[in-house]
């Protein structure tokens, strides 16, 4: 196998002709043979048994040469692919020239890796969101645990406000006449859910336990039952029972509730440490995201549009992947959802395009630095997977080649390089006062 001619077409794309030699050809129409004999019928011979030469003489001596060919053109166009010093990332056209016992050649037009090119990646200018810790955000955060600690109390005295918890019995009629669907005994509805039409949980508010009543309601005039759109209705009410919410006191008791610490001035001074954790936590994430958008926006060069629909299929398959772990697969999804392959390509599309143009942008930052990867650091980050994962080294080496994992950590490297070069864009005057 080797290459006749390169010829640049167009950006990312070439035109190779490829010659295939006639020993490499009679090998591939031999295994062509093997597989497609015994399906066919030659007089004389026991179907299966005909010997390759009669077959061709009855046929022509072409008979297996499509075969033969779909079989040498991966390797035949990866050889001269190196030969022409191209990286495909995509093969857009396959020709067949010339077949013959003496070999044949073919032309394939191919996508590959753009040349891209990025500049001014160092002092990237980035908001950094405040760290600042305020009697606010700590009293929110209390508040919250307050919350998670919370309990349902039966009301027995008392009339329904929003946020309460109800057990009903409904029946919805329309012109005096109940419809389907619009019954349920001991139904829990959550005041100001929205879960039911407008109107619905507002006229509940006021009543108390016990009591019966009759609400009226108008349907939607896009909801889904086609007799329902738009029509006047009402609603026979029971009210079984009144749940609401009940909070625990915010004292010494709950600080030993919720946490090590014996007063609720210790625990505030706990939770301050909490939030400003997590605060400098998304503080960093946000500077990344801001970094990340900024490389992609700088990537300079014409990216394939194979790239980018390589990337929504390694996208869908990681999907898919999460969903079988659930039990789930991604076309029992689409059917759930609604959705169409086409559907969630689109909406995968932005995403596959930020996540190429930052690798892309990536490794070129790795070249233009001259970034390299030790066998040190290779081996600790072998290490590393293989404890993550729960696998023996050897078995992680064998999943990951030295090449790809290098490339990663180059990657890494890179974008820790453009991180730690940031520079912070002037704030406005905050009116907030420091909590100390």
Do not use: W
């Not at 073919?106 to 002092?123: H, L, Q, R």
């Not at 990237?124 to 405040?130: E, L, Q, R």
């Not at 999460?322 to 390509?345: C, H, P, V």
């Not at 030790?374 to 081996?379: A, F, G, K, R, V």
């Amino acid at each position: 196998m080797s290459l006749i001619s390169s010829n640049k077409t167009k950006e990312n794309t070439y035109e190779l002709e490829v010659s295939v030699a006639a020993d490499v050809f009679d090998k591939a129409c031999n295994k062509a043979y093997r597989k497609q004999v015994k399906n066919i019928n030659v007089p004389g011979f026991r179907k299966g048994k005909a010997p390759k030469a009669m077959i061709e003489k009855m046929y022509g001596e072409g008979i297996f040469f499509e075969d033969a060919m779909q079989d040498c053109y991966p390797e035949a166009l990866d050889s001269a692919a190196k030969e022409a010093d191209l990286e495909v990332i995509a093969v857009d056209k396959l020709e067949a020239v010339d077949a013959s016992k003496e070999g044949f050649t073919f032309k394939a037009t191919v996508i590959t890796y753009p040349e891209i090119d990025i500049n001014d990646y160092k002092g990237i200018s980035v908001n950094k969101k405040s760290t600042r810790v305020t009697k606010k955000l700590v009293d929110e955060e209390i508040e919250s645990v307050r919350d998670r600690n919370s309990r349902m109390v039966t009301i027995e005295d008392q009339a329904v406000i929003d946020g309460d918890m109800v057990v009903i019995d409904f029946e919805g009629l329309k012109d005096g006449v109940p419809f389907e669907g619009g019954k349920a005994e001991n139904y829990n509805l959550k005041i100001g859910s929205g879960n039911f039409i407008p109107g619905f949980e507002e006229q509940i508010i006021g009543h108390k336990t016990g009591e019966e009543f009759t609400i009226t309601v108008k349907f939607p005039e896009d909801y889904q039952a086609e007799e329902l759109k738009g029509a006047d209705a009402e609603f026979k009410i029971n009210l079984h029972e009144i749940k609401r919410k009940e909070l625990p006191e915010l004292d010494d008791e709950f600080v030993k509730d919720v946490s090590d610490k014996e007063t609720l001035e210790e625990y505030r001074e706990e939770v301050k440490a909490t939030v400003k954790k997590r605060l400098e936590e998304e503080q960093k994430k946000d500077i990344e995201d801001q970094v990340i958008t900024k490389l992609c926006d700088s990537v300079e060069g014409e990216i394939p549009e194979q790239m980018y629909d390589n990337a929504v299929n390694e996208m869908i398959q990681e999907f898919d992947m999460r969903l079988r772990s659930q039990g789930m697969d991604f076309n029992t999804y689409m059917k759930y959802m609604g959705a169409t392959t086409e559907t969630i390509k689109e909406m995968y599309l932005p995403d596959a395009q930020k996540r190429v143009k930052l690798r892309l942008a990536l490794e070129k930052i790795a070249e233009k630095e001259d970034i390299k990867i030790s066998e040190d650091e290779l081996e600790q980050e072998y290490n590393r997977l293989a404890e993550q994962y729960k696998m023996d080294i050897a078995e992680v080496k064998k999943a990951i080649n030295d090449e790809s994992l290098s490339a990663d950590l180059k990657s890494q490297k890179a974008i820790e390089l453009v991180k730690d070069s940031v520079k912070e864009e002037p704030k406005k005057a905050s009116k907030d006062k420091k909590e100390d």
